[in-house]
Structure formats: structure tokens, C-alpha cells
């Protein structure tokens, strides 16, 4: 065991405000005293890649469905050798997780039930999976023909004289628990595909470290690059609609993207406007169900319910094509360079092997797409129009007094939400008045008080004593949770003052001004040649990818969103620093190398300066498209 050890989750206290928060949780998600010896012996992380920010009572529902389906593939379909599903508690508001292991004497007799299961998926890939979009996309019709409703004055009189012998409170009660089971049901689906796709990549990587001692991880990720994945889509819909601006000269109606109504009239008003409008439209079904954040909370804001996000988006699109650069991913450049370095190593392998690795890499590359593309079918289009019927909901029962916001409601578990619904139909039936007006509002209060003080501190990077080595695929691949980096985060790094270490997560060198965005609410902030700093980055960030010549995050593994995201841009990333965005401050100049998995601050006196002033001082330190690119926008902002 390592000699450091991070604090107990037992002798942390919350802030004063926050007494009483392990109250609004389930029983289950909080450490319990009387299990102090057990869940002291664990380790645990924060898992701030998908929990960034402290989770309400009701948000529960996300990492619950969520790692509990991930386990439930994992240990009870698939039976993966060596690993079974993660634990999770709730601890202060955020959310941390302990892989769970497989005993080392159970591992050999996995290995041909997952082989004969794991096998007959990758045997019939193509044709699982359109089954799979048939399941998913009836799953999401079904979660959008729900309605919550206001509970009438009278049953309408048909529903009598029918003989129905049913009335709305029935369906309003039975459309609440079809909400919940729904949404789990997509949760399982969800996991159906991901957990073999991760094998496989772990699968072939592992083979290449075997055959080809000291080949860089990134060479192993590139080999599978270049790939069509559905994630990238919104974003390309993006594009091609200011492409289509220019090319129809409705360009000039982007000034206003605030107000989308007044932006989409005028459009329509101008002389060609029609025909980018239908375009616009069929855009929007299903590619414009895409959130800012990770679809996890209920804030989170969807470009179909804020139609300003892709508006300002295709603004920002159009300035760059009116200037001559190019806004398209470099997907031939992305499938050069994968075809060079399997070429390479291809060669250096005996025939016996040469088939191997081919067919290792031919699998590898055939399921890689689902590693993000279930991240738009789920995390994005389920969890908004789950997230969309929930605020519904919300909105009925405020607007029946229960609490005095729209969205208080996230404030409540989902089993109080139930026992409130019955109580709200109770009371409609009885014609006497439910009791929640009188209970709800100052427990949300209290709720809301602590909640806030909780999201004032940050949370541990883990908890308890961790192991010497970190082995688990997962938690190494997923996280970017290294040996290495828990040394950064107990202080115990050799790294020379100013320089942050992590995963050398997408290759390439870049220098730039710091952005440090700890929400998806600053991506407004992003400006043109910023290296983004960030806790955790999304997928839906694509369009300010444009704009950046490099992303450094504190957590995430060589297979995590933002490290994947990065590849298929070409842009420079590292992950899995630990405390980047806490130390950087926004202005400093850095300089990121995705080869060493290294971010140095180069230049101190830029912080809290406007960054594109910054910029210009440090000219020669960028490359000359960029140079150009970014001259080239500033001097369009100076004419605007």
C-alpha cells in the first residue's frame, strides 16, 4: 500500500450550512457509520468526468441507471473475465466509485461464457445493432408521448357513460412510473454495445503492447481514427448550415442569435431564407436534441430547448467561412495518418501475427463508432426528453403550490416525487386539499441551502488509501486514473513547479492563452486561439473545437469523451492532470504537449489579461495558419 492516503470519507465534515445533507439521498448512496470498516478498506474516486458538479436528490437517477446497467452487462450478460460493475456513494453532494474486481480464482471459468456471449455479438455486429436503433428510438417514442397534466375538475362525462371506469389520475400516476422505467430501460440498452466496444479496443491494445514493446498508447488510439461516428453529427449539421448561410446570402441575419425568433423571421423574410429554414428544420429532428453539459442534470440545456445555442453556434461558423478557413474535421488527414502507422507496424509483424493483428484491428475498428455514438442516443436524446417531461411534471405540481419554482422538484427523490403525485391525486379525489403546499416549500428551502453550501467546495480527488498499482482497464482507460496520477494528486509529483502531467491523450504541440471554463454556461467566453482548460470537457463542445488549439482536463483516460473528441479533431489534448483547472487561471500562456502528456505555464504575466491581446505579444510562438486564422477573425470582430 502506498505510504500517503487520501481523507476518510468518515472524518470529513461539510460546511456548516450543509449540516444534514446525507438526509436527502437515499440510504444506499451515503457511506453509513455502521459499514465504516468495509467502505473504509475501498478506494474511491471522484468521478468528475461525468458528476462534475453536486448532485441534486432527484439527478440520483442518472448515475444510479447509469452504473448500475454498466455492472449489470458487465457481471451478469457478458461475464468480462476480469471485471465486474463499480460501487457508487454519494459523499458531500458528489458522486465517487470503486471498481469492483473478480476474484482471481473465478476468472478462468468467465473466460468461455464471455467468449460464447461476447462472441455471438461481434459475430452478428451490423445486424444487433440496427435492432438496437429500432429498440432505442421506440424507447424514446415511447418516453415522449408521455404528458403531465393538470388533474381536471370532473371526469369528462364520456369517460362515464363508456363504462371506462377509469379516471386521469390513473394515467398521471401510471405516465410517473413509465417515466422512471423507460428511462432505466434505455439505460440498458445503452450497455448492451458500450461494454464491448471498450473490450475490443482493450482487446487489441493490449495485443499491440504485447507485439510491440513500447508502442505509445496514442499510436494504438490512431489506428482506429478516422471513423464515421453519428456523435459528430449535430456539429456537422452545424457546418453545412453556415456553409448553406454563405452560399444563399441569408448570411447577414446572424447578428441577433439571442432572440432565435426574431433571427429565424428575418431569415425567412430574405430572399432565399426559405430554403435554408427546410433546411434548418430537418436539421433539428433528431440532431438538434444535443446538450451543452453531459445530459446528467436537469439544467442542462438542450439546443431544441434553447434554439439560440445552434444559432450562435452557426454565427460563429459563418464568420470563419466568410474569411476562407476551413471548419471541416480533417477526417482525410486523421485517415492518412491511421493508415501510415498500421502500415508501419504491420511490417514489423510475422505472418502469424500479421493475422491476428488484422483481425483484432478489423474489430476494433468496426464497433469503435458505438464508443461515442451511444453517447447522442442516450446521454443526449433519451436524457432530454426525459429531463423535458420531468420539468413538465415539475411545472404542473408548482403551478398546484407544492413549491414556488418551476423546477423545485429536483430537490425531491424520486420515490418523494411518487408519494407527492399520490398525495396531489389524493387530494384531487377526496376534494380536500393535499398536504404537500404545506410541507414542500420550506423543505426545498432547507434542501436548496444545502445544496448550495455543498457546491461551494470542491471535492476530494478520492478517498482512502489507494493500491500501489492501479491494473483495472477500465478505471486506467475510461478515467485516465494512473499510479502516476495519484501521485499528483497527494503531492507526491516530480514535476517541476508550473508544469501539470497527465495523459498523453491526442498527439501534438501548441501554445496559447489559457480559457479555464468550469461550465458549459462560459463556452461564450472561448475565443479564438485559447488552449480550453477545464474540469471535464462534453462531446457537444465541437463547435468551439474550431476556435482552440488545445484541451487540457483534470480527469479522463485515453478512451474518454474529451480524449477521443480531440483525436477526431486533430487537436492537441491532455487529460487526467488532477488539478489543472484549479491552478491554471485564465490568461497565463501554456504550452501543451499531447505527445508527453505535459501542460507548462510559459508565461505568468498574461493572467486575468484579455487573451487575445496576449495572443498578438506571443505571435511567433504560433503556427502560421493559425497565425493567420486568428488574425483573420480579429480583424472581422474589429470591423464588425
Known amino acids: 500500500m502506498t505510504e500517503k492516503s487520501f481523507p476518510s470519507p468518515y472524518g470529513q465534515k461539510p460546511a456548516a450550512a450543509a449540516e444534514g445533507w446525507k438526509d436527502l439521498y437515499a440510504y444506499n448512496l451515503v457511506f453509513q457509520e455502521n459499514r465504516r470498516e468495509v467502505e473504509e478498506a475501498k478506494f474511491w474516486f471522484c468521478d468528475s468526468q461525468h458528476w462534475p458538479t453536486v448532485t441534486k436528490p432527484f439527478e440520483t437517477i442518472g448515475f444510479e441507471f447509469a452504473v448500475s446497467c454498466l455492472g449489470q452487462y458487465n457481471s451478469r450478460h457478458l461475464l468480462i473475465p476480469p471485471a465486474n460493475g463499480i460501487e457508487f456513494r454519494i459523499h458531500n453532494g458528489y458522486v465517487f466509485m470503486s471498481p469492483v474486481g473478480v476474484p482471481e480464482t473465478e476468472i478462468a471459468a ?10 455471438h455479438y461481434f459475430q452478428n455486429w451490423d445486424g444487433l445493432l440496427a435492432k438496437w436503433q429500432d429498440k432505442i428510438r421506440g424507447t424514446i417514442d415511447e418516453l415522449g408521448a408521455l404528458s403531465f397534466e393538470a388533474l381536471p375538475d370532473a371526469v369528462p362525462l364520456e369517460d362515464v357513460t363508456s363504462g371506462k371506469g377509469l379516471g386521469p389520475n390513473d394515467e398521471l400516476l401510471g405516465n410517473f412510473d413509465k417515466l422512471i422505467s423507460l428511462t432505466y430501460r434505455a439505460w440498458q440498452y ?6 464491448l466496444g471498450y473490450v475490443a479496443y482493450l482487446d487489441f491494445f493490449s495485443f499491440c503492447k504485447e507485439v510491440f514493446p513500447g508502442i505509445p498508447d496514442q499510436a494504438v488510439a490512431k489506428m482506429v481514427q478516422g471513423v ?6 449535430p456539429d456537422d449539421e452545424l457546418k453545412r448550415l453556415a456553409k448553406l448561410a454563405v452560399e444563399l446570402g441569408v448570411d447577414g441575419h446572424f447578428g441577433n442569435t439571442e432572440d432565435p425568433e426574431a433571427t429565424l423571421a428575418a431569415i425567412g423574410a430574405a430572399a432565399g431564407g426559405a430554403e435554408w ?13 444535443f446538450t451543452v453539459g453531459n445530459g446528467f442534470y436537469a439544467h442542462d440545456k438542450y439546443w431544441l430547448d434553447h434554439l439560440e445555442l445552434p444559432l450562435g453556434y452557426i454565427a460563429d461558423y459563418i464568420v470563419r467561412v466568410q474569411n476562407g478557413v476551413g471548419i471541416d474535421r480533417p477526417v482525410a488527414e486523421l485517415i492518412a495518418e491511421r493508415d501510415r502507422i498500421t502500415e508501419e507496424y504491420s511490417e514489423l509483424l510475422s505472418p502469424e501475427q500479421l493475422a491476428a493483428f488484422q483481425g483484432k484491428l478489423g474489430l476494433a475498428r468496426q464497433v469503435y463508432p458505438y464508443v461515442e455514438n451511444h453517447n447522442f442516443y442516450i446521454e443526449h436524446w433519451t436524457m432530454g426528453v426525459f429531463w423535458r417531461k420531468a420539468r413538465q411534471l415539475s411545472k404542473m405540481l408548482s403551478e398546484a403550490g407544492f413549491w414556488p419554482e418551476a423546477n423545485d422538484m429536483f430537490y425531491l427523490r424520486r420515490d418523494e416525487v411518487r408519494e407527492t403525485l399520490f398525495d396531489y391525486v389524493t387530494g384531487w379525489a377526496v376534494g380536500a386539499p393535499a398536504i404537500g403546499p404545506d410541507y414542500w416549500p420550506a423543505e426545498v428551502a432547507r434542501r436548496r441551502v444545502i445544496v448550495d453550501a455543498l457546491s461551494e467546495e470542491r471535492p476530494q480527488p478520492a478517498l482512502n488509501t489507494p493500491p500501489a498499482v492501479i491494473t483495472e482497464p477500465f478505471t486506467l482507460m475510461l478515467w485516465g486514473i494512473t499510479s502516476d496520477q495519484i501521485k499528483n494528486w497527494l503531492g507526491d509529483s516530480d514535476a517541476p513547479e508550473g508544469e501539470f502531467r497527465g495523459m498523453a491523450a491526442s498527439s501534438g504541440v501548441a501554445e496559447g492563452p489559457a480559457r479555464v471554463i468550469s461550465s458549459s454556461d462560459q463556452l461564450s467566453e ?8 477545464a474540469p471535464v470537457t462534453a462531446p457537444s463542445w465541437g463547435p468551439i473545437f474550431g476556435k482552440i488549439r488545445a484541451t487540457v482536463t483534470d480527469i479522463g483516460g485515453m478512451m474518454s469523451h474529451a480524449a477521443i473528441v480531440c483525436r477526431e479533431y486533430g487537436m492537441p489534448a491532455v487529460t487526467g492532470t488532477g488539478t489543472a483547472s484549479a491552478q491554471i487561471r485564465t490568461g497565463q500562456w501554456l504550452r501543451v504537449d499531447g505527445n508527453n502528456g505535459t501542460v507548462t505555464i510559459v508565461d505568468d504575466h498574461g493572467a486575468g489579461q484579455d487573451v487575445a491581446g496576449l495572443a498578438h505579444e506571443h505571435d511567433l510562438a504560433l503556427a502560421p495558419a493559425a497565425a493567420a486564422q486568428l488574425d483573420a477573425v480579429l480583424a472581422e470582430s474589429s470591423h464588425a
Do not use: C, S, Y
Open 228 to 233: 464515421d461516428m453519428e456523435l459528430f453529427r
Open 190 to 195: 445503452h450497455f448492451e454495445f458500450l461494454n
Open 277 to 289: 429554414l427546410a433546411a434548418w428544420t430537418e436539421a433539428k429532428d433528431p440532431w438538434f436534441n
Open 110 to 119: 468467465r473466460v468461455p461464457e464471455f467468449m460464447a456471449r461476447a462472441g
Open 526 to 533: 472561448v475565443q479564438e486561439g485559447d488552449i480550453l482548460v
